[in-house]
């Protein structure tokens, strides 16, 4: 232990992290230090996605971040992906998991809403190959990934519809 | 505190019986906002972990905690000898002890506790704890323990079952006789939400708290409290967010450690398994070995089945005896059958304890029966789908215990609706390398590529058997329209929480329903196990609802002067099915508070005979599977392209649900097939983790095209029967068999691993 802080910027918001352990994990980090257990973690190795968060826009697992490591960088998790300030209306994506039936026990389901924001951000329009090759660092053990594909496939398909004509 | 609720679906339906409701917990999932245990968090709480045995079968010499509690941050350091109740526990027999005493008999077994301010203070002091053993020679053989060459490793004996199955003569042979030798590895359950539990002690230190995930609160009470020599009812059990748990959370792990670390501390205790402990702190399926012999007529008609099984229990009984007659009374698989010589163990040995997982038994048995079936068809010259419907059980036939079945039992017609979904097309010249075996590692080559077809049907009782009453209890609650409902189910991702709503919204003609939380402060639901919740807790949620039905029907019909008997529910309104009345329920009795409590029993189960004899199940549910793989035969690499399924399950309540049941299950079946298996080498694991232990990612999972048998089950207080455990069960030997199919290869142990494909014969 030590008495140095260091900062993490999360979700748009700088967090002072005081009295930490060096070796910690930025999985830890959220979920023990900055009250940010949305994140979850399954394995601590990297080998199942449920510790998912953006940095600087790119995918990582946080399990495999050293939490002081990641001063710099922009954090998003799952509780920060959604524009309304108060982040409490789902993003399409969060929408879609629930309409497509791709939630059972949803251990998985954080670290995958962020890894499909992910990809949906970078490739509007993927498909169904290249869904499958984006989550396959997510593990999921209770659905099979076909809900998953299809939460996938609908929030793909309503962010590429033509905005609604209103009816004449 | 009660849960919310999302009133409709998006699809504009009230999320009623029969709708895919939207599931009340969903938004908070995906917001990442719902508690699962391993979020628990409490003011000054303290960090929990477990000091394990390295060695399977080893003396305890001597434990010497002093240097672990001298650490800074430490608390305290709990052995055997801290226990003040019961020193064992155990779902069926008390034999599994709370910390090893005097000698352990698996590695992984617990030692000691220790309650630290960090994570890693807390692995710090487990380092220092010495332990000093005698290293004994393992009981690893499941043959040994049989032959009696070993001596006892547990008071409780080497064999913890010996169940024989026989029936009809003893001397018939077949005029077409198969045998074959079959083995099925140890799978884990691999939920992803590891175990994890928050445990706060009473002020007094006479009672304690508990939030955790598990499937059975109640059971986990009686056990967590003899073990600490309390009263029932100051051990207080809250299930806390589950992450899955297909049987691996049904026997204690951390429980009674938590708690004990918790009264000793007088203070809140947190304790988590990282994945690593996870393999070691929760049972697995029973790794085991069927020899089989199948007669049948010439033109392939079943005619006797023979089978000695052994099932490896491990070091502690858990739930192996229930698992063991599970497999011997479904060796017949879901075919008509007279004759039966089966005799099983369940044995005790030095290897990590087995137990409860999705299946429970069956999916071992079904392995051996299917793979038998395909040979009696190669024998009789018929195709794996003519002999199944040859031999398909019907409503009415006899299992091999004597027991009918009088299930619904559309086994034809599973084997049949299966038969009529197309085929994926061939695998395109210009294939994606992910699309093919191997994927983007080890890629097949292209021109070596073969397509198989295999196909599994299956058979599955639902509910607990042999004279144990697994009743289920709900409480609902009604004033001004809102329903509340109670009960202790544990919900582990497959959505009670969602059908219990929706079974309020039927009946009862309300749309918000609200749900108290899950905890031992109303009777027991029985577990989440053996398909039964829907059934179960279904049947007790839709008494209870029907009970306030009535005191509210009653009701109305004084205020309006009418037969109550006159009244029903029309959407949100009670009319008068004889009249003109219509009021909407929300309006019908201002003031009116009605509270019921229900109990559903499902019917009376006897114990099995000496011979196997005796009706010991309640129900049935079954399901086929067809399997399409393409396989490189020189590279053993498989890729599973389709699974056709129909399942029988009496009445679709979810159908959203119902599919995510069903694509689930094959894909831990595909995962028994191909990939999954803890791996031991001299009673060690060789692989606790997600990068050995192989799981299926998105990237093996198959298309699955499933139709759902709607033929409701007059037995099911809502039609419905259970559907967790049969998309998981015939699934494995249907890729098995499209994998002999597309190499010709013997293929008789699952996971099929690439060596069996190259070199097997
Ligand atoms: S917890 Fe980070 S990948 Fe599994
Ligand atoms: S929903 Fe349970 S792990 Fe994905």
Redesign the pocket.
Known sequence: MSNEFYSLIVNGKEHEVRDAWAGE?L?YVLRERLGLPGT?????????????VLMDGEAV????VMAATAVDAQIVTVEGLSSDPTHATPTDVQQAFIDAGGVQCGFCTP?LVVAVHHLLDRNPQPTELQIKEAIS?N?CRCTGYGRIFAAIELARDQRNAPPEQPAH | MSQTTTTTSKRGERGTLGNSAVRPDGLAKVQGRFAFSSDAWADNMLWGATLRSPHPHARIISIDVSAALAINGVATVITAADVPGQLTYGLIANDQPVFAKDVVRFAGEPIAAVAADHPETARRALDAIVVVYEVLPALLDAEQAIDGSFAPIHPDGNVIRRQKVVRGDQNFVGEVVVEGTYEVGMQDQAFLGLEAALALPDDDGAGVELYVATQWLHEDQKQIAACLGLPLERVRLTLGGVGGAFGGREDISLQVHCCLLALATRRPIKMQYG?EESFFGHIHRHPASMVMRHHADRDGTLRRVEVRAVFDGGAYASTSSAVLINAVTHMQGPYRCDIATVDGYAVRSNNPPCGAMRGFGVVQACFGHESQMDKLAAACGLSPVDIRLRNAMRTGDRLITGQIVDSVAPVERCIRETAAIPMPPPLAQDADSLDIPGGSGLTAQRSNIRRGVGWGVSIKNLMYSEGFDDYATARCHLADGVATLQFATAEVGQGFVVLAQQIARSVLGVDTVLLEPISTAIGSAGSTSASRQTWMSGGAVDGACRLVRERLFEHVAAAHQLDPLRLAIDGTDIIDTRGSLRIAVAESAPGLVLDETFEHHHRATEELDENGQGNCHVAFAFVAHRAVVDVDPDLGLVKVVQIATAQDVGRVLNPLAALGQVEGGIAQGLGLAVMEEIVLKDGVMRNPS?TDYLLPTSLDAPIVVATMIEEPEPQAPLGAKGIGEPPCISVTPAIVAAIRDATGKALTRVPVRAQDIVFGD
């Open positions: 994990s999985m979850k973690g399954a394995c601590e190795q990297g080998e199942c996605g449920s510790c998912t697992c946080s399990c495999l670290g660092g593990i | 994945r997600f």
